[in-house]
């Protein structure tokens, strides 16, 4: 089983940055591309950014374009969600999400599994 564990979230106020990491367990987690998806409350939940598995390539949602940055650690099996800039309506609960593939999908249903998720919340 692999086994992705989020952390890093928190209460901050608007225009702060948050760093989010993601532990992943497994030692053919490298291979996996990997995304970041959060879910407000009484929303869907929706995609904010992914990357494959080498780094290498990167997609973003048009609404935190400019502001997050996703990477990763292959050698510590992290993948990490920069969030800077950050927005009221930022706040969800975010989830790691990994794809039994090397290659980026924006499809909450192209990915294998998930972690439990981590809470931000941005006041005004």
């Known amino acids: 089983q692999v086994q992705l564990v989020e952390s890093g979230g928190g209460l901050v106020q608007a225009g702060d940055s948050l760093r989010l990491s993601c532990a992943a367990s497994?030692?053919?987690?490298?291979?996996?591309?990997m995304g970041w998806f959060r879910q407000a409350a009484g929303k869907d939940r929706e995609f904010v950014a992914t990357?494959?598995?080498?780094?290498?390539?990167?997609y973003y949602a048009d609404s935190v374009k400019g502001r997050f940055t996703i990477s990763r650690d292959n050698a510590k099996n992290t993948l990490y969600l920069q969030m800077n800039s950050l927005k009221p309506e930022d706040t969800a609960v975010y989830y790691c999400?990994?794809?039994?593939?090397?290659?980026?999908?924006?499809?909450?249903?192209?990915?294998?599994?998930w972690g439990q998720g981590t809470q931000v919340t941005v006041s005004s």
């Open positions: 999400a990994a794809r039994r593939n090397a290659f980026i999908k924006i499809t909450s249903n192209e990915y294998d599994y």
């Open positions: 497994g030692h053919t987690v490298s291979s996996y591309a």
């Open positions: 990357i494959s598995w080498s780094g290498s390539s990167t």
